[in-house]
């Protein structure tokens, strides 16, 4: 591992898991290392972007942020994978539905990311390639959901690069294509899985519907985030 640590990662050989929880917010990191990890230690906190490496039920889990958008997360993956061996990286986090039968406070297991960003032209893939999730960490998501009695859904989602876009009738464009809900990483995450022969999954808590301009409460936050984060350090 003569690549780190890295600039943007502070941890050394041995440091991190095979396995990675990736929220977007450093504090959600945190929180979750803090809550859910035994014996947390904090492995990176360069820029700000939090890592810690602990335990869950005995086998050792990284989570570490990634941050806000394709550029972003792009960094952090590619290192995990192709730096520090990473297996396999599960981003947690909110998306904004664009159907009104899916819930707020729902998951979504995203099998599909498509992406309105050009990332992908700069990638060794076809012209046609569609980033998917990997098929085993889907299959397995879906056993935990369902042993835990977990509202979830499976389908695509939209990977957006702008929060706020300017494209018009983006919303009956993507939903029409059968996307759920639109979110800002899980394209490029299973883009920089295939190309290093890794594995993703995007496990997504639906935190807002754009049709209608509703949030989600804070108590439906908590339990929404919780069945989220459960479900994927189950699969860790």
């Not at 972003?72 to 192709?82: D, K, M, Q, R, V």
């Not at 995007?202 to 985030?225: C, H, Q, T, W, Y």
């Amino acid at each position: 591992m003569s690549n780190v640590p890295t600039p943007h990662n502070a941890a050394v050989e041995g440091e991190i898991a095979k396995t990675v929880l990736m929220p977007g917010d450093p504090k959600r990191s945190k929180f979750i290392a803090e809550t859910f990890l035994e014996n947390p230690k904090l492995i990176n906190d360069i820029r700000g972007i939090q890592g810690y490496t602990g335990t869950y039920k005995g086998k050792p889990v990284t989570v570490m942020a990634s941050g806000m958008g394709i550029s972003s997360i792009g960094i952090y993956a590619y290192e995990l994978y192709n730096f520090y061996d990473v297996d396999a990286i599960i981003r947690i986090g909110t998306a904004g539905s664009i159907k009104e039968d899916l819930d707020i406070g729902e998951l979504v297991l995203a099998d599909i990311a498509y992406t309105n960003d050009n990332f992908l032209k700069q990638l060794p893939f076809d012209k046609d390639y569609i980033p998917t999730a990997s098929e085993d960490l889907l299959a397995k998501a879906e056993e935990v959901a369902k042993a835990n009695n977990v509202k979830y859904r499976v389908g695509p989602v939209l990977t957006q690069n702008l929060y706020y876009s300017y494209e018009p009738e983006i919303i009956e464009k993507w939903s029409d294509r059968g996307v759920l809900a639109f979110e800002m990483e899980a394209a490029c995450l299973y883009a920089f899985a295939k190309a290093a022969d890794k594995k993703a999954l995007a496990v997504l808590s639906i935190s807002n519907n754009i049709l209608f301009g509703s949030e989600m409460d804070p108590e439906k936050r908590e339990k929404s985030l919780t069945d989220m984060i459960e479900t994927a350090l189950e699969l860790a």
